[in-house]
């Protein structure tokens, strides 16, 4: 069986080379929310071989 990875996911951004904080494969998964106050975003980061989270959303 093969394992989804964040790479497959539409929240994948990868980091730009020439950014401060590039590396190889390293990305921010960045997911929108909303609450009373209005709409918001969380970023974190991770790795394009990184085994999907609960926020997974597959590539279209």
Same mark, same amino acid.
């Given at each position: 069986? #093969?394992?989804?990875? @964040? /790479? ?5 951004? $990868?980091? $730009? $080379? ?5 590396? &190889?494969? /390293?990305?921010? @998964?960045?997911?929108? /929310? #909303?609450?009373? %106050?209005? %709409?918001?975003?969380?970023? /974190? $980061?991770?790795? #394009?071989?990184?085994?999907? @989270? #609960? &926020?997974?959303? &597959?590539?279209?």
């Amino acid at each position: 069986m #093969e394992t989804t990875t @964040c /790479k497959q996911c539409t929240n994948f951004f $990868p980091v $730009p $080379p020439g950014a401060d904080d590039y590396e &190889a494969g /390293k990305a921010d @998964c960045v997911r929108q /929310k #909303e609450d009373e %106050k209005g %709409k918001y975003w969380l970023s /974190k $980061p991770v790795f #394009e071989n990184s085994t999907q @989270c #609960e &926020a997974f959303c &597959a590539k279209r």
